[in-house]
């Protein structure tokens, strides 16, 4: 369908969809849902997105907890959404995370080996100390199931204090703000 045609389906005129793609990168801060709306009326990460990014078509590609802070990237490109969110494809996501207690040398090689959630065997592709931080990890992950980092810690016997993704494939947040969106390229 080309913008000039003008077609219908079952009497219902059809609109071609977006024909420029955006891309973007956010800081999602905790308190806001990774999704498009909430009936209920919570903030979600679209609110954060400046007017004059917003496009036909924009979703988060992937899901943060409400809780949990960090990378999240929108786009209205269908064929992306699926590349960053589907384990099949492998795409890294790493997160900081900071626990009640320090984890023993065997629990990180729990992590790395298998955690047996209610929803399968979750396993992350690397599990490290932190630097500078007695009770902080760096967890990569390939998969994005509901809430797994969180879920694996409690298997441990561990509580999140704080959640945070910091990578997605090749993009960093880097210095980029709570809150804030910017463009890439």
Do not use: W
């Amino acid at each position: 369908i080309s913008v000039t045609d003008n077609e219908t389906v079952d009497g219902n005129q059809v609109t071609p969809g977006p024909t420029t793609k955006t891309y973007l990168m956010a800081h999602k801060p905790g308190g806001y849902l990774s999704s498009v709306t909430d009936p209920r009326g919570r903030p979600t990460v679209l609110n954060l997105v400046p007017i004059k990014f917003r496009t036909p078509g924009l979703v988060p590609a992937g899901r943060l907890d409400m809780p949990t802070t960090g990378l999240i990237v929108l786009t209205n490109d269908g064929d992306v959404v699926n590349h960053l969110t589907h384990p099949r494809y492998g795409v890294e996501k790493e997160y900081q995370v900071i626990l009640d207690s320090p984890l023993t040398a065997a629990s990180l090689r729990a992590l790395v080996s298998g955690v047996s959630l209610p929803s399968g065997v979750a396993r992350a592709v690397r599990a490290n100390p932190l630097p500078g931080q007695p009770c902080g990890y760096t967890v990569v992950m390939t998969e994005g199931r509901k809430r797994e980092v969180r879920l694996m810690m409690e298997v441990l016997g561990r509580v999140v204090r704080s959640l945070r993704r910091g990578r997605v494939g090749g993009l960093r947040l880097g210095d980029l703000e709570p809150g804030r969106v910017r463009a890439l390229d």
